[in-house]
C-alpha cells in the first residue's frame, strides 16, 4: 500500500511540476476558492446577524445555486464556442468588482441588496464553471486527466479546510466586511494565474451563428444528445441528486448548528469555520483514498458512488442526535468523505466519456441540474428548519439520501446486466 501511495503521490507532484498550463490554471482554482469560503462565512454570518431567520439564511443559498441555474444555458455554448481561458479570466475580473459591493450592506433593511449582489456573483460563476471542466482535458493528457480531476478536487477541499478554519477566525475577529475585500483580492490573483495558461482554443461551435436563436438551437442539440446518451444523463443527474437530498441545504444546518447550538464567534463564524474545515477535510481525503482502489476504471469507479452514497448515510447519522462537539465534527467528516467521492467519480466518469464537442454543454447542464436541485434542497431545508428544528431537519436528510443511492445501485446493475448479456 505504501508503493502504491507513493507513486499516487508522485504523480500528482509530477503534474503540477511538469504542466505548466495546469500548474496556472490549479494556482488560480487555489486563491479563488480562498476567497470564496472567505465570502461564504461572511455572507452568512451577516445574515443570521441581521436576521436571525432560517428563511433568510436559506435564502442566500436559493439565490446562490439559482442564478447559475438560470445562466446555464448559454453558458455552455460559450464554454463550447470561445476561448476557455477568456471566459475565466474575464469571470473573475467581474467577480472582484461584484464582490467590493458587498460592503454597502449594513442593515437588515440592506440584505437584499446583499441577495441581488450574491446573484450577480454567482451568475457570472455559472459561466466560470463549465469552462473550468471543459478546459481540463484540453490541457491534461487523456492519462494524467484522472490525477488532475482528483488533485482539482482535493483542491476544493484543501482550501475549503484552510479557507473555511482563515475565514471564520478572519470574520470572528475582524469582521465579515474585512472577509469580502479579500475576496476581492483572490480574484484578481485568479485571474492573473489563469492568464498565464498557454492554452489556446479551437472553438468547436465557431462556424454556428451567433444570435440567441443559434446559440439556444446549440444548448437543444447538448439535451438530445443527453436524451440519446441515458447512462450520461443518469451520470450527470448525480450531483443533483445528493444535492435534493443533502448537500442543498446542508450549508443552512451547519450555519444553524454554529449559531444556535455550538455558538463560538460573532454569529457562529468561528464554530461555522470549524465545521466546513472538518468537512473539508473529509471531501479532500474520500476521493483520494477511493481512487486507490478504483484507479480511472469505469466499473470500479461506478460501485464507489453506490458505497460512499451509504457513508455519506451514516455521517448524517451520527449527526442527527447533535449529541456533543466532537460527534457532530465526526458526522460532518464522513458527511464529507463519502459526498466528495460522489462528486469527483461523476465528475471523472463524464470527463472520460463525453466527446469534447458536446463537453461544455454538458457541464453547463450537470451544472444546472446541481445548482436548481441546490436551490430546492435549501428552501425545503429553511422550512424545515424553521418548523422541525435541527436534528429533525437531519433526519430527514438521512432518508432523502437513500433514494438516489438506490436509484443509482438499480441503475448500476441494471447497465452491468445489459453489458454482460451483450458480451
Request: aromatic share 12%; glycine share 10%; hydrophobic share 55%.
Amino acid at each position: 500500500m505504501s508503493q502504491t501511495t507513493a507513486r499516487s503521490s508522485n504523480q500528482y507532484v509530477e503534474l503540477i511540476r511538469a504542466n505548466p498550463d495546469f500548474r496556472n490554471l490549479w494556482l488560480g482554482q487555489v486563491v479563488s476558492l480562498l476567497g470564496d469560503w472567505f465570502n461564504l462565512i461572511g455572507s452568512a454570518a451577516l445574515i443570521a446577524t441581521l436576521t436571525g431567520s432560517g428563511v433568510a439564511i436559506s435564502g442566500l443559498f436559493v439565490v446562490r445555486m439559482l442564478a447559475p441555474f438560470l445562466v446555464s444555458p448559454l453558458a455552455g455554448v460559450v464554454a463550447d464556442r470561445y476561448d476557455r481561458r477568456m471566459i475565466l479570466v474575464v469571470a473573475d475580473l467581474a467577480r472582484a468588482g461584484i464582490v467590493l459591493c458587498f460592503l454597502l450592506v449594513r442593515s437588515a433593511e440592506m440584505v437584499w441588496l446583499l441577495y441581488v449582489l450574491t446573484a450577480l456573483q454567482l451568475g457570472v460563476s455559472g459561466f466560470f464553471d463549465p469552462a473550468k471542466n471543459a478546459i481540463l482535458p484540453d490541457v491534461v493528457s487523456p492519462q494524467r486527466l484522472g490525477a488532475a480531476n482528483a488533485l482539482i478536487s482535493a483542491t476544493w477541499s484543501v482550501m475549503l479546510a484552510f479557507g473555511a478554519a482563515l475565514g471564520g477566525l478572519v470574520a470572528g475577529t475582524w469582521g465579515v466586511y474585512t472577509s469580502f475585500s479579500l475576496d476581492a483580492v483572490t480574484f484578481l490573483l485568479s485571474a492573473f494565474f489563469i492568464w498565464r495558461v498557454g492554452y489556446r482554443t479551437q472553438p468547436t461551435q465557431k462556424s454556428q451563428g451567433k444570435s440567441i436563436r443559434d446559440a439556444l438551437g446549440e444548448y437543444v442539440e447538448g439535451l438530445r444528445y443527453l436524451n440519446r446518451e441515458r447512462d450520461i444523463l443518469m451520470i450527470a443527474c448525480q450531483k443533483g441528486a445528493i444535492a435534493l437530498a443533502v448537500a442543498g441545504g446542508f450549508n443552512v444546518v451547519q450555519v444553524a448548528i454554529a449559531e444556535q447550538v455550538f455558538v463560538i464567534g460573532e454569529g457562529g463564524s468561528l464554530s461555522l469555520g470549524i465545521f466546513l474545515t472538518v468537512f473539508g477535510i473529509g471531501t479532500g481525503m474520500g476521493p483520494i483514498v477511493a481512487r486507490w482502489w478504483s484507479g480511472d476504471r469505469d466499473g470500479p469507479l461506478r460501485q464507489s458512488i453506490t458505497i460512499f452514497y451509504g457513508l455519506t448515510s451514516v455521517g448524517l447519522l451520527i449527526l442527527a442526535p447533535l449529541a456533543d462537539f466532537y460527534s457532530v465534527n465526526l458526522g460532518m467528516f464522513l458527511r464529507g468523505f463519502g459526498g466528495g467521492v460522489v462528486w469527483v467519480f461523476a465528475t471523472q466518469l463524464l470527463l472520460q466519456n463525453v466527446p469534447a464537442a458536446v463537453r461544455g454543454r454538458v457541464f453547463a447542464t450537470e451544472f444546472a441540474i446541481f445548482a436548481l436541485a441546490s436551490a430546492i434542497g435549501a428552501a425545503w431545508t429553511g422550512i424545515a428548519l424553521d418548523h422541525l428544528g435541527i436534528s429533525a431537519t437531519l433526519w430527514l436528510m438521512f432518508w432523502f439520501n437513500l433514494v438516489p443511492a438506490g436509484i443509482w445501485l438499480w441503475w448500476t446493475v441494471r447497465r452491468s446486466r445489459a453489458n454482460a448479456r451483450m458480451a
